[in-house]
């Protein structure tokens, strides 16, 4: 029997490219502090959740020069206004990016990116996500078109920003976070995820007064993807979301 064959994958909410201090926007210390997460994890695939369609809006640099570069050579997005792009940046060619659409109601975040990538012979797909933050029904109408689709891949790895939060309409009701039920609902259907699970659970919300633990970002794989490691890397410049990275084993 071959050996199974080992990546390393990562989700990143990287905002606006900006951070504490320094680390304004656009700012050479900016794109040294990015770079440096990127180079720290070394993931094979990154699933990107991008607030700006450009690192430097003022000289037109765009993120993929800034900072994507120096760590891997392939990168595709998607992209419509404000607050709603997405990508994947990988070492592996990028097959079929497409976004897709939710269905039957009205979305802050309205589509997910979908994608393929080949590891030695098996194709797997790929998804880049940022779930609805203002109203948890329709995140939930969300939550049941991905498992709808991700239950008839071979091989699946589901990225990104699920925002676990209690708000209706743009309203808080609570505090409470939903992540349990959430995530427990792929993990019903056999998936593993890398955070909130038995690898530990990891605050990837880096703002002030939220409520602790805040697992909002995770990486849930398929069940013949066999998750060997997982973690996050949060630095103290940071100012929105810290990257989840897994290790993982495709039988």
Not at 141 to 160: N, P
């Amino acid at each position: 029997m071959s050996e199974a064959a080992r990546i390393k994958v990562a989700t990143y909410n990287v905002g606006d490219y900006s951070g504490r201090d320094n680390a304004t926007a656009g700012s050479e210390e900016s794109k040294k502090l990015f770079r440096k997460v990127f180079t720290d994890i070394g993931a094979d695939l990154w699933a990107l959740q991008e607030d700006v369609d450009l690192f430097n809006k003022e000289t037109g640099e765009t993120a993929f020069d800034a900072i994507y570069s120096t760590a891997l050579p392939n990168y595709k997005k998607f992209f419509t206004w404000k607050y709603n792009g997405k990508a994947f940046l990988s070492r592996f060619e990028l097959e079929d990016v497409r976004m897709v659409k939710y269905k039957n109601d009205e979305y802050q975040h309205p589509w997910y990116l979908c994608g393929t990538i080949t590891v030695e012979g098996k194709e797997i797909t790929i998804i880049s996500l940022h779930l609805d933050w203002a109203h948890k029904h329709k995140r939930s109408k969300q939550l049941k078109q991905l498992l709808d689709f991700a239950r008839t891949q071979e091989y699946c790895i589901i990225m990104g920003d699920f925002n676990p939060e209690d708000y209706i309409d743009f309203k808080r009701l609570s505090n409470t976070l939903y992540y349990k039920e959430e995530f427990g609902r792929f993990e019903s259907l056999g998936f593993t995820g890398a955070n909130a699970g038995k690898f530990g659970t990891f605050d990837t919300i880096r703002a002030d007064g939220f409520v602790r633990p805040c697992p909002f970002d995770n990486i849930l794989v398929s069940p013949n993807i066999r998750m060997v490691a997982a973690g996050s890397l949060a630095e103290p410049w940071m100012n929105d979301h810290a990257p989840v990275w897994a290790e993982l084993e495709i039988n």
